[in-house]
T-cell receptor, first 110, second 112 residues
Framework: GQQLNQSPQSMFIQEGEDVSMNCTSS?????WLWYKQDPGEGPVLLIA?????ELTSNGRLTAQFGITRKDSFLNISASIPSDVGIYFC??????????FGTGTRLKVLA | DVKVTQSSRYLVKRTGEKVFLECVQD?????MFWYRQDPGLGLRLIYF???????EKGDIPEGYSVSREKKERFSLILESASTNQTSMYLC???????????FGSGTRLTVV
């Protein structure tokens, strides 16, 4: 079946550092989504990408839809303590459905 | 803002009990979803509903059923709870504008 490989699985970084994470798949997707989940809460949509090559920003976050349509990247610049959480990518597999990556757990050291 | 509300944040149930997890959304979305989230496995789709009284199995429907009698409400039912159904359950509805999901805060279910 379809799978999304998300890496890294977890990362510890110093406050102020930039962060990069990515999702790859053997399947092509028409839409990529990036979510953040705070501890004890549901995921919240950060960025949606609809076109290959698209680069979209949301504050300190920037995400890119890979040219091959099989991957996507999320960067966080100048990390702060409230960036801590789990980041999920999701690729659209059907009209209504998405498949989710296993998440990147981010911890920021002040 | 779309709000997706799950009726319970924490539940503890006994093996064999019938369990109802309720989810309500307030933005007239047609599509609603139930996921479970387990460490290392990410989010896995249990069931979804693309409209009232419509339902489709997701990737892991065994041991679950759903009900969508009204557009705003999507219920997940564990017919006979088992310990391997201990998990975080997330409800979501789909925004036609972004195509993305809005999630509820989750229900952490423990089956003992």
């Amino acid at each position: 079946g379809q799978q999304l490989n998300q890496s890294p699985q977890s990362m510890f970084i110093q406050e102020g550092e930039d962060v990069s994470m990515n999702c790859t798949s053997s399947s092509i997707f028409n839409t990529w989504l990036w979510y953040k989940q705070d501890p004890g809460e549901g995921p919240v949509l950060l960025i949606a990408l609809y076109k290959a090559g698209e680069l979209t920003s949301n504050g300190r976050l920037t995400a890119q839809f890979g040219i091959t349509r099989k991957d996507s990247f999320l960067n966080i610049s100048a990390s702060i303590p409230s960036d801590v959480g789990i980041y999920f990518c999701a690729g659209q597999t059907g009209t209504y459905k998405y498949i989710f990556g296993t998440g990147t757990r981010l911890k920021v050291l002040a | 803002d779309v709000k997706v509300t799950q009726s319970s944040r924490y539940l503890v149930k006994r093996t064999g009990e019938k369990v109802f997890l309720e989810c309500v959304q307030d933005m007239d979305h047609e599509n609603m979803f139930w996921y479970r989230q387990d460490p290392g496995l990410g989010l896995r789709l249990i069931y979804f509903s693309y409209d009232v009284k419509m339902k489709e199995k997701g990737d892991i429907p065994e041991g679950y059923s759903v009900s969508r009698e009204k557009k705003e409400r999507f219920s997940l039912i564990l017919e006979s709870a088992s310990t391997n159904q201990t998990s975080m359950y997330l409800c979501a509805s789909r925004d036609r504008g972004t195509g993305g999901y809005t999630f509820g805060s989750g229900t952490r279910l423990t089956v003992v």
